[in-house]
């Protein structure tokens, strides 16, 4: 059964850090491409970025280049988002996504998606 559990999700204000974690289970995370995703409030999904399978090749979206790092630890099946510099516009529920075809910005197909996590960023 796949799986991907978001966590680290929370309440902060602005110009704080969180870091968001997502463990992978039920298939060969280490042939998979990672992907965050998020969804303000009553908007539609947003690509955030995008991690290759190895985790040495990265790409973002401008709203969060220079503020985000994305990363993953193969060994422990889990993803990252490093969040800083989190700004009121920040605020949705972040998805993690995997999928196995080429690492692509922007992608917004996958074949796997979690439940999310909520990041409230609000002073």
């Known amino acids: 059964q796949v799986q991907l559990v978001e966590s680290g999700g929370g309440l902060v204000q602005p110009g704080d850090s969180l870091r968001l974690s997502c463990a992978a289970s039920g298939f060969a995370f280490n042939d998979y491409r990672m992907y965050w995703v998020r969804q303000a409030p009553g908007k539609g999904l947003e690509w955030v970025s995008g991690?290759?399978?190895?985790?040495?090749?990265?790409y973002y979206a401008d709203s969060v280049s220079g503020r985000f790092t994305t990363s993953r630890d193969n060994a422990k099946n889990t993803v990252y988002l490093q969040m800083n510099i989190l700004k009121p516009e920040d605020t949705a529920v972040y998805y993690c996504?995997?999928?196995?075809?080429?690492?692509?910005?922007?992608?917004?197909?996958?074949?796997?998606r979690g439940q999310g996590t909520q990041v409230t960023v609000s002073s």
């Open positions: 991690i290759s399978a190895g985790g040495l090749t990265a």
């Open positions: 996504t995997a999928d196995r075809r080429n690492l692509v910005r922007g992608r917004m197909e996958f074949d796997y």
